[in-house]
């Protein structure tokens, strides 16, 4: 299975839609919290080169905002 992470903040809705989406397929992540977590804030950052969120990890990959077509495809939803 893919290592998913999801880096958002609570008052951000794609964030919020986007973890709705992974939950409702069964996808299991780690959500960091940047608002709160200033290494995660900093680990985002250097994988995405950008402040802004969501920002998911799956496995080696990088993807800013919810992108579902790209999310869909790294982890073979139908």
């Known amino acids: 299975m893919a290592k998913v992470k999801v880096?958002?903040?609570p008052t951000c809705p794609y964030c919020v839609t986007l973890k709705e989406y992974l939950k409702d397929n069964n996808i299991e992540f780690e959500a960091?919290?940047?608002s709160e977590d200033k290494a995660g804030l900093d680990e985002m950052?250097?994988?995405s080169g950008q402040m802004g969120v969501p920002v998911i990890t799956?496995?080696?990959d990088v993807i800013v905002g919810f992108d579902r077509a790209k999310i869909d495809k790294l982890l073979n939803i139908e």
């Open 58 to 60: 799956i496995d080696e």
């Open 45 to 47: 950052v250097k994988k």
């Open 32 to 34: 960091i919290d940047v």
């Open 7 to 9: 880096f958002s903040t």
